[in-house]
């Protein structure tokens, strides 16, 4: 049985760039599955236009990626670029996606008119009504922020903001902060006389959980999480 083959297409800069990829390995490599570039591509060469057999200048790759080798610049067009999809995977991939964010929405946002949590089937049926798309790759973090302001065109809804302060014992200290300012927003900080960080972090409500654990592992159950209060 023939091998597949599939173009991966990426455009920096004003250039345009494709490789021979198996379509398969190529989005297992996309949703974070460790894969050998070298089983994924098919040919090593980089083309402007694989149909017509057109190769790519060394100087257009060294203007885009700063390098000609093929592993490198298949990472990027592998990781950041357009891969091969069929109909189906395209389906069953926006589909994972969709549940995530109907997931992330529900734990995190409520009605503005009731303070309640909003169900996941309301905000499945108002993604529906606000005709949003939803991008297969694009982390649910990165498509929040858009995705609300068309949903809130069609269901009064905001991201509930929790307010916590955490202790860090001196041997987390700064590590610690460092993994726990990407969770939210620091508003305070200061060290106490025995070198523990005391700390206050805005975080979506439903990250709760997350922010805890994250201490817990952190400080190896040292470290202290208070709630001070929730709003939106």
Not at 135 to 148: A, R, W
Not at 172 to 189: D, P, Q
Not at 219 to 229: P, Q, Y
Request: overall charge positive.
């Amino acid at each position: 049985m023939s091998k597949k083959v599939g173009i991966a297409k990426y455009d920096a800069k004003g250039e345009h760039f494709e490789i021979l990829v198996d379509p398969d390995l190529a989005l297992e490599y996309r949703l974070g599955k460790p894969v050998s570039i070298d089983k994924i591509l098919i040919s090593d060469t980089v083309y402007r236009d694989a149909k017509k057999g057109l190769r790519a200048s060394e100087s257009a790759l060294l203007k885009v990626f700063k390098t000609t080798d093929i592993k490198k610049i298949a990472e990027i067009i592998l990781r950041e670029g357009e891969i091969p999809l069929t109909a189906d995977q395209r389906k069953k991939i926006i589909e994972q996606k969709k549940r995530q964010i109907i997931e992330w929405i529900s734990r995190n946002c409520i009605d503005v008119r009731t303070k309640a949590p909003v169900p996941p089937e309301r905000v499945e049926n108002a993604l529906s009504k606000a005709g949003v798309a939803v991008d297969p790759f694009k982390s649910v973090e990165e498509q929040i922020p858009n995705i609300l302001k068309a949903l809130q065109k069609v269901l009064p809804i905001k991201i509930a903001i929790a307010e916590i302060e955490i202790k860090l014992p001196p041997s987390c200290a700064m590590k610690g902060r460092n993994v726990l300012a990407k969770l939210g927003r620091i508003t305070s900080e200061h060290f106490e006389s025995d070198g523990s960080l005391i700390l206050r972090l805005e975080i979506p409500a439903g990250m709760q959980e997350i922010a805890i654990q994250k201490v817990n592992e952190l400080s190896r159950g040292e470290g202290e999480v208070k709630l001070i209060g929730i709003r939106t």
